[in-house]
Structure formats: structure tokens, C-alpha cells
């Protein structure tokens, strides 16, 4: 009985501390953005508490002290990086442009040991099915795919044109089940009466008909009422 209750002990001391740590180390960025060291760090220090968890004979706090050390050095890689170019390519991937002017590059794709099917699918998943769009595309460290067009094929913008628009603004929620969300509402330019105006110009009568509703500083409303038609993919 003691046997099982140390595991689980270590278990809610280990992945509390695991919690943290990997917060440390990847901040605020999606698993499948980390850099390669950062993505080491993580394996290593979950290989740390699955050992940690199940063999009794590893003792706890040498565990805990390994994954704290592994996180401040990661930290300190981090640091290194930013503070020197050649360190940071020592422990990381460089941006390789692997297409410009409408040609894959067959010896930067060689280099970063991708294949041209893996190259075109990653240009497919950025709605480029013809090379000839393409002036630059770049494969970042993290593994994704940036794309330059050229000029031709960018589409065209209210800027292109020279018309002017509305300064855009944050939507923000004005109606929430039915009810008026005053935290926010006070945040907006608009009374209660206001919006119960916009509502009445977009056939609605009564607040307890929407769902959800938001407004900009210009103005546009949104609004998603109660009664909705039955919507599936079959």
C-alpha cells in the first residue's frame, strides 16, 4: 500500500513540476512550432518523470533536481541564441528557400533532406498548385512553409485600388444568451436603447430572440439568433 501511494506522490509532484517546466521552456508557442532544442529539452525531461514515475529505486528529488537544470539550461540556450548568430546555428535549423522565381531549388531541398513531394504538399496546404506563382518559398526552422507570389498573382486589395475603408476594429460582445454582457457593453460607444435599435433594423423584436450578438466602433453588428435551421456535413 505504501508502494502505491509514493507513486502517487511522485505522480502529482513530477507532472506538476513537468506543468511548469514546459511552460517555461516553450512560452506561449504551439507543440509544433519548437525549435529542435526546445523540442529535446521536452523529450528528455519526459523521459526523466516516466522514469521517475514508475522505478522507485530513482530517487525523487535527483529526478526534480535533473528537470529544473534541464529547464534553466534550455533557458540559457535560449539566451545564447538570441545574443550570438553563429551559436544560434550551431543548435538550430536556418530559414531554406527552397523555390524562387517559379523553380524549386533541388540543392537546398537536398540539404534540409526533404523531397520534392513533401515541398509540394506543404505548397499545397498554402493553395499554391502552380510553381509559376511562386517568387520566394522558404522553409522555416520550426518546419513550415512560407510563401512569397509574385506580384501577378497576389490578390487585390482596397490599397491596390486606392479606396478607403473604415478603420477596422475589435468586435466586442454586446448580447449573450439572450441577455445584454454590460461588462463589455460599457466598453463600446453604444447604449442599451442603441442596440435594441440595430437589433429592431435586422428583424429582431426582442433580446431573448439572440443567441450571441457583437459590435465594432463602426458600427457592423453580428448577430446569431435562437432559431437556426438544422446544419450537418451529410
Known sequence: MNEYLDILLRLISIMTLLLFSTLYIIGKRPIGELLVYDFLSIVVIGSIVGADIVDQD?????????????????KG???????????????????TVVAHNGQLLHKNIKKISYTVSEILMLLREKDIFDLDMIAYAIIEPNGDISVLKKSEFEELTPKHMKMDTPISSMHKTVIFEGKFKIDTLFKTKYTEHEILEKLKEKGYKNITEVFFASIDENGDMNVSSYEQEDVSIE
Not at 58 to 74: G, R, T
Not at 77 to 95: G, M, P, Q
Open 58 to 74: 530513482i530517487k525523487h528529488l535527483h529526478a526534480v533536481f535533473a528537470i529544473i537544470m534541464l529547464a534553466l539550461l534550455q
Open 77 to 95: 540556450v535560449s539566451f545564447l541564441s538570441v545574443r550570438s548568430k553563429k551559436f544560434r546555428h550551431l543548435v538550430n535549423f536556418d530559414a
